[in-house]
Every structure is written in structure tokens, then in C-alpha cells.
């Protein structure tokens, strides 16, 4: 199972955002999907996704605050804001106890950040932001393998800088 994980496109997808897209088995959106895109993401028949603070009307009536599921044997938990690992929101705290995940999925810094977080015993990606809007200097992304109920093979997808000319 590949999976492509983003989050932070402000509204925006290009060309080589939607190839990374076709090569995947899964999509997976943390969040700030921004206007006009969602009838692009939610047509990937791998799509999951939540929405972000930005988000509007049209994101927040097709995707919810926050999911959890199950794929190839990994637990997941996604939602747009969650604080850091060792930092996360009392709310985030309470869900990640509830639904027990392996891995837990976030947007909103705009900094990629994958690390293990020992006291949750869970793994924690953001992917950075693939959007040209935000403070992040390079547009990044993470595509990796689910493997035996793991994410496995994981590489960051680097999109060249933010802003356009």
C-alpha cells in the first residue's frame, strides 16, 4: 500500500503534486485544503482527509474535523491542529487515549516533522505543507509504503520553494 501524505495546499495542486497523486494507492490531506480543490482530492479513489482552520464552507460540509481508521493494519488518527508530540492538546491527548493509533497525522505548522513519541507509543508525521501560501520555505510532502500494519520506506517529496513567480 503507497500512501502520499499532504497537507497545507492553501488551494493549491500542480502538476507534479497530481503525478505523486497518481502514483499513489491512498491520498491522505492533514488539513487547509483551501477553495477549489476539494472535488480534485475527494475524486482519488484512495482519498482521506480533514479539515483545516482556513477551510470553509465547501471543505468543512465534505470532510470532518477529525478521523480515525484502520488500513492495512495501521491505526490512524488524523486531524488539522494537534500540538507536537509531548505537547499535544489536551483534546488531542484525550482522543489519542481513546483511540489507541500507531499513527497519528497532522498539518497546520507548515514544518515537517516525523518522530516517535515513547510515552503514546505512537508515531507522529507531518508532512509539511505542499501550498505556496505560509512561512514554510520549501514545499514538502511524505510518501512511504504501509508494510505489516507499519509505515515503512518513508521519503520526503521536496517541491522546490514556496511562493510563486
Request: glycine share 12%; with cysteine.
Amino acid at each position: 500500500m503507497r500512501v502520499l501524505l499532504i497537507s497545507d495546499s492553501h488551494g493549491w495542486l500542480d502538476e507534479a503534486i497530481r503525478e505523486e497523486m497518481k502514483l499513489a494507492d491512498e491520498v491522505w490531506h492533514a488539513g487547509d485544503v483551501g477553495p477549489g480543490l476539494i472535488q480534485d482530492l475527494i475524486t482519488h479513489p484512495g482519498f482521506r482527509g480533514v479539515y483545516g482552520n482556513i477551510d470553509g464552507r465547501e471543505v468543512r460540509t465534505s470532510l470532518p474535523e477529525h478521523i480515525f481508521f484502520e488500513v492495512a493494519g495501521l491505526k490512524v488518527f488524523m486531524q488539522h491542529i494537534v500540538g507536537t508530540p509531548g505537547k499535544y492538546l489536551p483534546e488531542t491527548r484525550k482522543l489519542i487515549q481513546q483511540y489507541r493509533p500507531n499513527l497519528v497525522v497532522a498539518g497546520h505548522s507548515h514544518i515537517l516533522n516525523v518522530r516517535y513519541f515513547e510515552a503514546f507509543q505512537v508515531l507522529h508525521m507531518n508532512p509539511g505543507a505542499c501550498g505556496h501560501h505560509g512561512f514554510h520555505a520549501v514545499r514538502t510532502a511524505l510518501r512511504f509504503k504501509i508494510i505489516g500494519g507499519k509505515p515503512a520506506e518513508a521519503e520526503v517529496i521536496e517541491w522546490g520553494k514556496r511562493g510563486r513567480t
